[in-house]
């Protein structure tokens, strides 16, 4: 059975940084690109980030470029994401997913962990 456990989420004051995880298993993690989305009180889910197996090939919404970091440690089948500067409008429930090397939608998801940027 496939699991994607997110942690990392919490309260933070804007410009501060936040560091959120997730763990899979469950999966040959080397098969999967991993993503993180986000979805805001009263608004679709849209796409933060991805990162595959090499880390060779990490796109970025436009609203996260340049705060945002991905990465993952494949020993450790685990992906995080490394949010600098944060603002109001990263106030969101933040999702991990996990998309198949090769297909375009995304198989796996974590149950979220919330994340509130307020002064």
């Known amino acids: 059975q496939v699991q994607l456990v997110e942690r990392g989420g919490g309260l933070m004051q804007p410009g501060g940084s936040l560091r959120l995880s997730c763990a899979a298993s469950?999966?040959?993690?080397?098969?999967?690109?991993m993503g993180w989305f986000r979805q805001a009180p009263g608004k679709e889910r849209e796409f933060v980030a991805s990162?595959?197996?090499?880390?060779?090939?990490?796109p970025y919404s436009d609203s996260v470029k340049g705060r945002f970091t991905i990465s993952r440690d494949n020993a450790k089948n685990m992906v995080y994401l490394h949010m600098n500067s944060l603002k109001p409008e990263d106030t969101a429930v933040y999702y991990c997913?996990?998309?198949?090397?090769?297909?375009?939608?995304?198989?796996?998801w974590g149950q979220g962990t919330q994340v509130t940027v307020s002064s």
């Open positions: 990162i595959t197996w090499s880390g060779g090939f990490t």
């Open positions: 469950g999966l040959t993690f080397s098969n999967y690109v």
């Open positions: 997913a996990a998309r198949r090397t090769g297909t375009t939608q995304y198989q796996y």
